[in-house]
């Protein structure tokens, strides 16, 4: 049974800093790219950054470049996502997701695009 899990979500004040957590189980990670998105309520899911098992490869939304930063940990099928410079926007609930790619690392940003989904950490960036 495939799962994520996300974790690390919570109330920081702006400029603050926060590390989001995405456990995965029931799957190989190989072959696959990890979606970090987030969403308001009345908005439309945002893709947030993606990173790719099979190399690594990663990109970012403009407006979390240089700022956020995705990573894996490939003993624990661990991503995370660490943000700095957190600002009263970055306010959502976020999801990671999962997309099998095969052997072709993919980046893959259209959430219609993902088969498995978290169920989600608020992030509160607030003073």
């Known amino acids: 049974q495939v799962q994520l899990v996300e974790s690390g979500g919570g109330l920081v004040q702006p400029g603050g800093s926060l590390r989001l957590s995405c456990a995965t189980s029931g799957f190989l990670l190989d072959g696959y790219v990890i979606g970090w998105f987030r969403q308001v309520p009345g908005k439309e899911r945002e893709a947030v950054s993606c990173i790719t098992t099979s190399d690594e490869s990663t990109t970012y939304a403009d407006f979390v470049k240089g700022r956020f930063t995705i990573s894996r940990d490939k003993a624990t099928n661990t991503v995370y996502l660490q943000m700095n410079s957190l600002k009263p926007e970055d306010t959502a609930v976020y999801h990671c997701?999962?997309?099998?790619?095969?052997?072709?690392?993919?980046?893959?940003?259209?959430?219609?695009?993902?088969?498995?989904w978290g169920q989600g950490t608020q992030v509160t960036v607030s003073s």
């Open positions: 997701a999962a997309a099998f790619t095969g052997r072709q690392p993919v980046l893959i940003t259209q959430p219609e695009e993902y088969d498995y």
